[in-house]
């Protein structure tokens, strides 16, 4: 439902056994965009000029590290330094600690887009500091400029993959402990249920300077909604056509998801700094306003005194997925740690983990079948479109150029 279409001029691995990552000691590394000891994958090889082929024999099956000879190599490299765009590392990062005393995790919360500059910099000047990343989506560049040339380095454990869900488990860039998307909310309190059911209902009279959105200039996942429209732009045209009964017209636009995003301005789009603000707009107040914001902020509802409720069924599709995938850095300085703090975070082999606990939320998803949704729908029986990372990172600068000219 939601595949990362991968780039097939790249060599494909066959084996994760095949492929090794170098420690902090002083040997040169073997790029790859997998570690040792994960599951095989489709993953595929770094472009990094400094790449080399994996050497080892495929056929051979990679040692299988118990969480006891983890814990004993952590404890040796003391630390755990931590990349994340979510602050739900914190969270995982304090109960870690209470159960593998002796291991320090120092968090920085960096975005996405921000993270990847960071990181490449401090790679390119010979500075491996960060041993985990934890970041969503930036309209396929994450996968085409990190983890294809070797920079962040998929970690699947072996005795977890089973329970893992695909793509997660050998099709996507990634293993993602969470995944959100962008959908509209609505108030509680004026609607009795959801007010609209097709992306179009929003450019019509009735919605006029009552549609809030997060600036998509500033988050990227909003972005990639909107891009995802222009991709499938027959898709909206259909919607159009049913809601409007007859086809659509386009006016200087290139295609039905540029028409709509015009339309949306021309109806009065407002367009506020983030998620959070969003809703403040929507919900603390009786509103009859609709807001395009996080699926996952349903669950803030009483921390922040609202009363919004997400839309979960939109024509012609409700969103496109917004994963929150982990990596192991390149050279990672501690990676015994890093990986023992993924299993954490995973909820370890059980799914039952404390560890987990921060992001199995309201209006988030685990990808694991062993592991029960707080939702009332499962997020295979969502209405979402792929996530196309190859056509998001083609298509997402034009689209944003296009945005920009409507404001």
């Known amino acids: 439902m939601f595949i990362s279409k991968k780039k097939t001029a ?48 495929p056929s051979a099956s990679p040692a299988v590290e118990s969480v006891d000879e983890l814990y004993a190599k952590a404890k040796e490299e003391g630390k755990l330094i931590v990349y994340s765009t979510s602050g739900r590392a914190n969270d995982a990062a304090e109960t870690f600690m209470k159960q593998y005393p002796g291991i320090k995790v120092e968090v920085s919360k960096v975005k996405s887009d921000e993270m990847m500059d960071k990181v490449t910099k401090e790679q390119d000047a010979g500075q491996f500091n960060p041993d985990v990343i934890i970041t969503k989506e930036v309209s396929g560049a994450v996968e085409e400029e990190m983890v294809m040339t070797g920079r962040y380095l998929k970690y699947l454990p072996e005795d977890i993959a089973p329970m893992v869900d695909e793509p997660y488990r050998t099709q996507a860039e990634a293993y993602a402990n969470y995944v959100e998307f962008r959908t509209l ?14 992306w179009w ?10 549609v809030y959105t997060a600036d998509p200039l500033s988050s990227p996942a909003f972005m990639d909604l909107f891009t995802t429209m222009v991709i499938n732009s027959d898709d909206m045209a259909a919607a159009y056509k049913e809601k409007f009964g007859k086809d659509i017209v386009l006016n200087g636009t290139e295609n039905a998801g540029y028409e709509f995003i ?3 301005f021309d109806n009065g789009l407002i367009v506020l700094k983030g998620s959070d603000d969003v809703l403040d707009a929507i919900g603390k107040a009786k509103s009859d306003a609709l807001g395009l914001a996080v699926s996952g ?4 509802n009483e921390e922040k005194g609202w009363t919004i409720a997400p839309i979960y069924d939109m024509k012609p599709k409700t969103s496109v997925p917004d994963s929150g995938y982990f990596f192991i850095a390149n050279k990672a300085p501690h990676e015994a740690a890093a990986k023992l703090f993924i299993r954490w975070m995973m909820g370890e082999k059980d799914g039952k983990g404390e560890g987990l606990a921060p992001f199995n939320e309201v209006g988030s998803w685990v990808p694991r079948s062993d592991v029960q949704t707080k939702n009332d729908i499962p997020f295979e029986s969502l209405n979402l479109w792929l996530f196309d990372g190859d056509a998001l990172y083609k298509t997402a600068p034009k689209v944003r150029d296009f945005w920009i000219k409507q404001k």
Do not use: R
Not at 201 to 210: A, C, H, R, Y
């Open 185 to 198: 909310f609505y108030n509680k309190s004026t609607y009795d249920k959801a007010p609209v059911t097709n």
């Open 10 to 57: 790249l060599v494909l691995l066959t084996a994760a056994s095949a492929m090794t990552i170098m420690s902090a000691c002083g040997q040169d590394n073997k790029s790859s965009n997998t570690l040792s000891n994960a599951v095989p994958t489709d993953a595929t090889a770094s472009s990094n000029a400094n790449a080399s082929a994996p050497s080892a024999d």
């Open 297 to 300: 902020d349903v669950s803030k």
């Open 201 to 210: 209902d929003l450019t019509t009279p009735e919605f006029k300077g009552k």
């Open 262 to 264: 015009q339309e949306l």
